[in-house]
């Protein structure tokens, strides 16, 4: 194989050396991060299995049997998923270790190119050597030769010599031959070394070409795992779900804490964060945010439910979620505002619904109420009136 292609095949070994060790930056990553989860996960099971109280070690809640050994149920779950993958990577790892060193050995296998390159230069440079000694055999030639050469030549030109002394004459004639011959010579050999010493420059110019690139798919690499790292941290099923996950009990119990008022303790809720797939045959279950409502019936579809027990529960849901979101930003709630809603409502319901928002008006500096029933004028202390006239909209604030 000529120097040129085992340079090439040597590149392309170097080009998936690189490859896999770029792989390797990410899988080492990757691994971290999932070191990182599943301690935090065993840290929790073991709150939770210590656990001796009805509070919830982890989001503070009430805790059932139930929730507690569904919770661990799920923990184990992500542990083991965690880990599966954890030791999957690691076994990649593994290859990718006997990868690289088996490119590596093969990488140097092939120096023998970069040596054989060497012997071509050495051998241009013993071929510059041979041309400066024939450059000097021209020279003392010029020097003496010529100059004898050109006396010879008068000589013959004038006939002053012997007949038996003309036979000389062929071999000036080979001389001059000779000099022809190695002053072509002469031109061969410096046109084959201004040409070889072209390629060594060349090599030499890819050859650092070449190192410099490889540093930069080394950090290329590195930065690429890191980023990688980070997309899945803030991806979906990274940091933001971990946020979402934290802060559902919260807003689920705050719910819960109002709709028991609201429904004097028949109604509540619960957010599903899983649920299953429809192909029976997988055992595992797909993240997903459901929102499932109970009374004393049991747990209905949303569309199921009436318009004031609908109406219940979003209020019940929507103020939780504003409370919990103010209360993360450090803020405090400065207005709610009620636009109908207790049209749906029955007497009971509706009484009901103002003793919630007596119960939460400490909460904020205003509480505005919209409504068209007259029954429900009294139920407040201050009151914003407008009535349709001939000339126009009159606002009355009693």
Avoid at 215 to 232: D, F, N, V
Avoid at 245 to 265: T, V
Wanted: aromatic share 4%; proline share 1%; with cysteine.
């Amino acid at each position: 194989m000529a120097c040129r292609e085992l340079i090439t095949k040597r590149s392309e070994i170097e080009k998936k050396r690189s490859a896999a060790r770029e792989q390797n930056a990410e899988l080492k990553a990757e691994n971290e991060l999932l070191k990182t989860g599943m301690d935090e996960l065993k840290e929790h099971i073991v709150q939770l299995e210590a656990a001796g109280g009805a509070t919830c070690p982890l989001c503070g809640q009430a805790l059932s049997e139930e929730h507690r050994k569904s919770t661990l149920k799920r923990l184990n779950k992500e542990g083991k998923e965690k880990g599966d993958r954890f030791r999957a990577n690691k076994s990649s790892l593994d290859d990718l270790a006997r990868q690289i060193t088996e490119f590596e050995s093969q990488a140097a296998a092939l120096e023998g190119a970069e040596r054989k390159r060497l012997v071509s230069s050495n051998s241009i440079t013993q071929l510059a050597g041979r041309i400066e000694t024939i450059k000097d055999t021209v020279k003392g030639w010029e020097a003496a030769g010529a100059k004898r050469l050109k006396e010879i030549e008068t000589i013959l030109a004038g006939k002053k010599y012997a007949v038996e002394a003309q036979g000389p004459t062929a071999s000036v004639d080979e001389a001059e031959r000779v000099l022809l011959e190695l002053k072509d010579q002469e031109n061969r050999l410096n046109q084959e070394v201004g040409a070889a010493r072209q390629k060594v420059s060349v090599l030499d110019d890819q050859r650092k070409r070449k190192k410099r690139k490889e540093a930069e798919r080394e950090e290329s690499a590195l930065q690429i795992g890191r980023y990688k790292t980070l997309e899945r941290a803030f991806g979906k099923d990274g940091v933001p779900a971990l946020l979402i996950e934290q802060a559902l009990p919260e807003i689920e119990a705050k719910a819960n804490e109002l709709l028991d008022r609201l429904s004097d303790g028949s109604m509540s809720v619960r957010f599903a964060t899983q649920s299953a797939y429809k192909d029976k045959k997988r055992e595992d279950l797909k993240e997903t945010l459901d929102i499932q409502i109970s009374d004393g019936a049991g747990v209905r579809d949303y569309e199921m439910y009436s318009g004031g027990e609908a109406f219940r529960a979003n209020f019940a849901i929507r103020l939780a979620l504003s409370e919990v979101l103010a209360s993360r930003k450090g803020a405090r709630l400065q207005m709610l505002v009620i636009d109908e809603g207790f049209g749906s409502q029955d007497a009971l319901g509706r009484q009901r619904l103002i003793q919630s928002i007596n119960a939460v008006q400490d909460d904020f500096a205003k509480v505005l109420v919209i409504t068209h029933l007259d029954e429900l004028k009294d139920a407040f202390p201050t009151r914003i009136e407008v009535e349709k006239t001939e000339g126009g909209s009159v606002v009355n604030v009693s």
